[in-house]
């Protein structure tokens, strides 16, 4: 039986601002606007996750609720994680590996490099650094989330906000 994890890069955040805290920083309309385009994406896509985990600064959490609302995903069941914000890559794999068993499917939503780094640890492939609102979906065969480590995934898509504009 595969798994599949959906990892994604919050969308365009504001420029921090002298009086601001880079935690506190939120989407830019670009932004919304791109997340609400990769929802509907993954939607036609048929992603629908058991599980979407997203780190609490503002600009991943409303990525995580603009994806939700157009994949059909109830927004009180999105799991905030506070270590995702500045935890490093072991946060985001420890929040994996947490994923319920009963889970086909997860989405994880966080800032970079972080996620950029997870993505080529757990599939040893090049992603480079994802850009802004970037999904790169990784499937692993035959494996519990709890097992879910180092080279263990392999990449079956990557879409970008950019793609998807340059496609409509």
Request: charged share 20%; aromatic share 8%.
């Given at each position: 039986?595969?798994?599949?994890?959906?990892?994604?890069?919050?969308?365009?955040?504001?420029?921090?601002?002298?009086?601001?805290?880079?935690?506190?920083?939120?989407?830019?309309?670009?932004?919304?606007?791109?997340?609400?385009?990769?929802?509907?994406?993954?939607?036609?896509?048929?992603?629908?996750?058991?599980?979407?985990?997203?780190?609490?600064?503002?600009?991943?959490?409303?990525?995580?609720?603009?994806?939700?609302?157009?994949?059909?995903?109830?927004?009180?069941?999105?799991?905030?994680?506070?270590?995702?914000?500045?935890?490093?890559?072991?946060?985001?794999?420890?929040?994996?590996?947490?994923?319920?068993?009963?889970?086909?499917?997860?989405?994880?939503?966080?800032?970079?490099?972080?996620?950029?780094?997870?993505?080529?640890?757990?599939?040893?492939?090049?992603?480079?650094?994802?850009?802004?609102?970037?999904?790169?979906?990784?499937?692993?065969?035959?494996?519990?989330w709890a097992e879910v480590?180092?080279?263990?995934?392999?990449?079956?898509?990557?879409?970008?906000?950019?793609?998807?504009?340059?496609?409509?």
């Open positions: 039986m595969a798994l599949t994890l959906y990892i994604v890069r919050h969308a365009k955040a504001e420029d921090r601002a002298i009086f601001m805290s880079d935690f506190d920083r939120k989407l830019t309309s670009d932004g919304v606007m791109a997340a609400a385009r990769m929802g509907r994406y993954l939607k036609g896509e048929g992603v629908l996750p058991d599980v979407i985990t997203s780190s609490t600064a503002p600009r991943a959490s409303e990525t995580a609720k603009g994806i939700a609302e157009q994949i059909g995903y109830d927004l009180a069941k999105i799991d905030f994680n506070e270590k995702l914000y500045e935890g490093g890559p072991k946060a985001y794999l420890a929040a994996i590996n947490a994923v319920p068993e009963t889970a086909q499917s997860a989405m994880i939503v966080g800032h970079n490099p972080d996620v950029s780094y997870l993505a080529e640890f757990l599939t040893h492939q090049t992603i480079g650094s994802m850009s802004k609102g970037a999904v790169v979906a990784v499937t692993f065969e035959n494996l519990s480590s180092g080279r263990t995934g392999n990449v079956s898509f990557q879409m970008t906000p950019k793609k998807l504009s340059n496609e409509q």
